[in-house]
């Protein structure tokens, strides 16, 4: 069973579905709303259960309610939370979306994420040592994230960085990342580039190998030479909140198949996240993408 760490966020997300996006100092009515387990590190854990590894999450909740349902929620997926810590004095961090359209706006509030430490990352080493993958992404402390990396390349294991909320990191910190996974804007961002210079010249500027996703067109990818594609597959989206994360998760459970292969099954796992409401909510099994890609060839 291939084995998985995710370092990463918490929170609670607290869901509305509109008809369209609210405009400045309007109000209007919504259609629904929903609070549903989210954050980047838990997406992430929880995709990469339902597709079959072995996981385990480093993080950080309050011990509110919040925080006793997210642990909970994630304990029921059977992900490893040995080194997931509840703070007395802190809240569980939160995450306001809304949905409209099929598309989403997202204002995350950190809260405990903040306080996911370095010290956790040493306390973790030998669970990272003996994992097939590490998962890291930025809603946590950056000195966590370089924390991470940098115990991941000592220990020979790969290090997937989700650069996302994105900022210009520093050259050395993605030298060490195994693979980077962001979107153009992203990439962008994190080169301190023009986004709108094309996309696949700044794959070639990373100083790491870069996967690059592409929403409903799927993903490009670049190891060595010129970046390649990835066609997305066609699908009725309800709520895109979660496919980056879903994508992540498969990237990095597939990653044992060779580059080509896992970016084909993240791509599939992405597209078949979107059809259900929740970033958790519609994360598929395996079952699921191996079906989709039966019917796809």
């Known amino acids: 069973m291939t084995r998985i760490v995710v370092v990463g966020s918490i929170n609670m997300d607290l869901v509305t579905q509109a008809a369209r996006f609210v405009g400045p100092g309007e109000t ?6 929903l609070t549903v387990p989210g954050g980047k590190g838990a997406n ?3 995709a990469a259960a339902r597709l079959g590894a072995e996981v385990a999450l480093v993080g950080a909740t309050g011990n509110d309610a919040f925080g006793r349902q997210l642990r909970q929620g994630l304990a029921a997926e059977n992900i490893d939370l ?6 007395d004095d802190c809240a569980s961090g939160t995450a306001s979306i809304t949905v409209a359209n099929g598309e989403n706006q997202i204002i995350v509030v950190p809260a405990a994420n903040a306080h996911v430490t370095t010290a956790q990352i040493e306390q973790a080493q030998a669970l990272i040592a003996r994992a097939d993958a590490v998962l890291v992404q930025m809603e946590i402390p950056l000195e966590t994230v370089e924390a991470t990396l940098r115990l991941g390349h000592r220990l020979g294991v790969p290090v997937i960085l989700n650069p996302a909320p994105a900022q210009k990191l520093p050259t050395e910190w993605l030298k060490l990342a195994r693979y980077v996974t962001p979107n153009q804007h992203e990439l962008a961002i994190l080169l301190g580039a023009d986004p709108a210079e094309d996309f696949r010249l700044l794959m070639q500027h990373t100083p790491c190998p870069v996967v690059l996703t592409r929403g409903a067109e799927g993903a490009w990818y670049r190891e060595e030479g010129d970046p ?10 309800v709520d895109s909140t979660g496919a980056g994360d879903t994508f992540n998760a498969a990237l990095a459970v597939f990653l044992h198949e060779g580059l080509p292969r896992s970016v084909r099954k993240a791509c599939a796992a992405a597209a078949l996240s979107v059809g259900k409401l929740g970033a958790q909510g519609g994360m598929p099994e ?6 989709l890609l039966t019917r796809t060839g």
Do not use: M, N
């Open 28 to 33: 209007i009515l919504g259609e629904r709303f």
């Open 44 to 46: 992430q854990a929880v």
């Open 82 to 87: 040995t080194h997931t810590i509840a703070l």
């Open 228 to 237: 390649l594609p990835q066609p997305g597959f066609k699908v009725d989206v």
């Open 286 to 291: 395996l079952r699921e993408v191996e079906a």
